[in-house]
């Protein structure tokens, strides 16, 4: 059992930035593939971003390229994101998640384990 805890989020201007950070409960955190995904009300979950066991490999959504940036620290356990030039669209309850085998993964049901959210509101 994997437990996600997200912080980071809040009220931000449109054309600022924000930071999300997840840190999983885990001494394997580096043979899990990891993902953030974002869901609006009266919207399904989407993908935001995900990352392999290394790093090296990223996806991003199209609305969210150059934008934001996945990154992970495997030595803490630790997933971010670092979302630029927010948008009003961009407005969402963030979820971290993560799923045993390393390689990338960009389907929500490919994902076992979740965090339980974190809020972003961005103002115009």
């Known amino acids: 059992q994997v437990q996600l805890v997200e912080s980071g989020g809040g009220l931000v201007q449109a054309g600022g930035s924000m930071r999300l950070s997840c840190v999983a409960s885990?001494?394997?955190?580096?043979?899990?593939?990891m993902g953030w995904f974002r869901q609006a009300p009266g919207k399904e979950r989407e993908l935001v971003a995900a990352i392999n066991w290394s790093g090296e490999s990223t996806h991003y959504a199209d609305a969210v390229k150059i934008r934001f940036t996945i990154s992970r620290d495997n030595n803490l356990n630790t997933l971010a994101l670092d979302m630029d030039s927010l948008q009003p669209e961009d407005t969402a309850v963030y979820y971290c998640?993560?799923?045993?085998?390393?390689?990338?993964?960009?389907?929500?049901?490919?994902?076992?384990?979740w965090g339980q959210g974190t809020q972003v509101t961005v103002y115009s």
């Open positions: 885990t001494q394997t955190f580096n043979w899990y593939a």
């Open positions: 998640a993560a799923d045993w085998g390393g390689n990338i993964k960009v389907a929500a049901e490919d994902y076992k384990y």
